[in-house]
């Protein structure tokens, strides 16, 4: 049985490219970079269909966004690895977990409008090898579970986050490792900027637990490889003006039309166009390419007797004899309420701070 093909969208990224194109580029084309160029001519030429648990998102404040802009590389590299390191140092603490966690992180810098908005998101594992406050797993771990439905302190994470990524920050300025705009070129200056930005509440983000590796799959299929907008949220291309749909969180998620002229919208587009050779998908801790497969091995062992037990306990558990009447030897039927079958998976949520807060944890 041959699989069915997807049908083309009435309209393409392509299709605005091949129509404004030429005046995007006369316009915008000294300051576009060569893989933006790139990016422009392969599009053109092609269709951009070959461009292409638990969830956490870390996402950085719009005042660092724009500096970004500027220093994608470096910063896009610190918000990785600040929203790895958050998440190890804090899965690390013994009053949290004391494990060493699996993190796959994937880059996104798009918001539903285009505009650039750079975060990441986290697939983390709800457990992990015991480990001491360094991380560093024991010479004979044992696999420590998360508490059912929580995995860490959303209000811990955004502070040891926004600490994380302000030092990184505060070192890239001091070793002149960053492009800033000229009212940010004097020392004082920089630090005043900066100095707000302890003081505001970074957003971290946690969405309900996974249900099961179905859904993690599908989760993974749906973000590694996502690009800034689809084909199927186009609608029109007219008059030199491109309209696509977007959902408008601030409106409860409504899904609305936005229209921008073609260059603008192709400004906006190529904005997420990264770095040439820029890693996007990483992995860390017990994921991290290193030791993945040891580690890996590892928690299955660990966790193959936790589940035999539960099997076994299950299986050991005989029904009771269903009363009979004692006139007649039949059975009594009983009225009952079924509770909702547990299920196991190694991906949790985070949930909400417990009582008693870590908020000088922000190393």
């Known amino acids: 049985m041959r699989e069915a093909v997807a049908a083309r969208p009435p309209l393409e990224v392509a299709d605005v490219i091949r129509s404004h194109g030429a005046a995007f580029s006369q316009k915008y084309g000294s300051q576009l970079t060569a893989t933006q160029k790139k990016a422009l001519r392969e599009l053109a030429s092609c269709r951009t269909a070959a461009l292409g648990g638990h969830h956490v998102v870390f996402t950085l404040p719009a005042e660092v966004a724009e500096l970004a802009s500027a220093n994608p590389v470096p910063l896009y590299n610190l918000l990785m690895q600040s929203a790895a390191q958050t998440l190890r140092v804090v899965a690390a603490n013994p009053k949290r977990l004391g494990a060493q966690v699996g993190v796959l992180l994937v880059l996104h810098t798009w918001g539903q409008n285009l505009h650039h908005h750079p975060h990441v998101h986290g697939v983390v594992t709800g457990g992990g090898l015991s480990c001491n406050e360094r991380g560093q ?89 996502r690009v800034a907008l689809s084909n199927h949220r186009l609608v029109k291309l007219e008059h030199g003006r491109v309209t696509f749909r977007y959902k408008d969180y601030a409106d409860e998620r409504k899904e609305k039309l936005l229209t921008l002229s073609a260059e603008e919208f192709l400004r906006r587009f190529l904005q997420h166009v990264l770095p040439k050779g820029f890693t996007k998908i990483r992995h860390y801790g017990l994921l991290s390419n290193r030791q993945r497969q040891a580690r890996l091995r590892l928690a299955r062992r660990l966790l193959l007797p936790i589940t035999a037990l539960a099997s076994a306990a299950l299986a050991a558990i005989e029904p009771a004899e269903l009363p009979r009447c004692p006139q007649c030897g039949s059975v009594r039927r009983l009225r009952g309420e079924l509770l909702p079958p547990v299920v196991s998976s190694p991906f949790v949520s985070v949930g909400p701070e417990p009582p008693g807060s870590e908020a000088d944890d922000t190393s």
């Open 137 to 225: 797993v024991q010479a004979a771990p044992r696999w420590l579970s998360c508490r059912p439905g929580f995995f860490l302190p959303v209000r811990v994470l955004s502070r040891v986050f926004r600490g994380k990524f302000l030092a990184a920050l505060r070192g890239l300025h001091a070793q002149g490792k960053l492009k800033l705009p000229r009212r940010l070129h004097e020392a004082t200056a920089f630090t005043a900027w900066l100095s707000p930005l302890y003081a505001k509440d970074w957003v971290v983000y946690a969405k309900p637990p996974f249900g099961g590796p179905e859904q993690v799959l599908k989760y993974l299929a749906r973000y590694t490889h």
